[in-house]
């Protein structure tokens, strides 16, 4: 099967919004066979997460797999995927160390894990994932090549609502007024990159751009804003080349996160 027909594989938590159909027609159109995976993944989710109220609608993400011509909707059990005296987890301790790894000490490796397991049982030769989670992508692309899976990972741009809110699952949870409050994330994500735009390099001067943003929207509390390199996700002191602005807010009970990509002024010049 594996060498004559080229499987494509869109994982997902289900509750799917037009990022993940972005995500569905973005492989459509690089492989034979496509698999979408929907499953509520329990070993990413802290013990005060919000595992058991998560959005499942399942009959519309069925009818949107349907739609795009998706091939197979593999729906596992909790149980199927992780039965009685299942025990292998898979870790990345660079990767997983800051930033979402810090705020969610287990959710790395429970996505690393589940990940790692999905390619097993779907052996695709192209996975895509969504920039919308940036270190995430960075894990799974780490994990392919140290682990020799022989799968392509492809990642596709962040989907976003008119208003520059990236589509997310989670969005649901946000009430009217919090939504309009969401889209400061984006927006100091954006003062962030205007600033290296305009020839910045200093990346607390950056940083600092981002968080004035926020601060002017009391309703909206920071856990994390950075300037990282791309690559190792480390804090950049000076940015000189490209760098992802890294966000994740809280608005009431809901957390977003968010990340955009940005070329440093001279960087861009030299290519010109
Ligand atoms: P989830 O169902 O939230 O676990 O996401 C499944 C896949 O869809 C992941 O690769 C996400 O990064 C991706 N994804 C989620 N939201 C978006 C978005 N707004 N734009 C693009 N990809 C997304």
């Not at 009818?63 to 197979?72: I, Q, S």
């Not at 030769?125 to 899976?149: E, M, T």
């Not at 004035?212 to 009391?218: A, Q």
Request: proline fraction near 6%.
């Amino acid at each position: 099967m594996r060498e004559g027909v080229r499987i494509g594989f869109v994982p997902t938590m289900g509750a799917l919004h037009e990022g993940h159909r972005a995500l569905i027609r973005a492989a459509r159109l690089r492989c034979d066979a496509l698999v979408v995976s929907i499953f509520v993944n329990p070993k990413q989710f802290g013990p005060q997460e919000d595992l058991v109220k998560y959005p499942r609608p399942i009959s519309q993400d069925r009818a949107l797999c349907r739609k795009e011509g998706v091939d197979v909707c593999f729906e596992p059990t909790v149980e199927a995927m992780y039965p009685s005296g299942f025990q292998t987890m898979v870790t990345l301790p660079m990767i997983a160390r800051r930033w979402e790894g810090e705020v969610r000490p287990h959710h790395f490796t429970g996505v690393a894990t589940v990940v790692t397991k999905l390619f097993g049982i779907v052996r695709p030769r192209i996975a895509l994932f969504g920039q919308k989670d940036f270190q995430q992508s960075a894990l799974v692309r780490q994990l392919a090549k140290d682990l020799n899976l022989g799968v392509e990972i492809v990642v596709c741009p962040t989907v976003r609502e008119a208003d520059g809110l990236a589509m997310s699952s989670r969005n649901i949870y946000l009430s009217p007024d919090d939504r309009i409050r969401a889209a400061t994330l984006y927006k100091s994500l954006q003062a962030g990159a205007e600033v290296i735009r305009r020839g910045v390099t200093d990346g607390e001067t950056v940083r600092s751009a981002m968080v004035r943003v926020i601060k002017n929207e009391p309703a909206v509390t920071i856990d994390y804003l950075a300037v990282c390199d791309p690559t190792t996700l480390d804090p950049l002191s000076s940015v000189t080349r490209q760098a992802v602005l890294l966000g994740a807010v809280r608005i009431g009970a809901t957390r977003l996160i968010d990340n955009i990509l940005v070329s440093a002024k001279q960087a861009r010049r030299s290519f010109e």
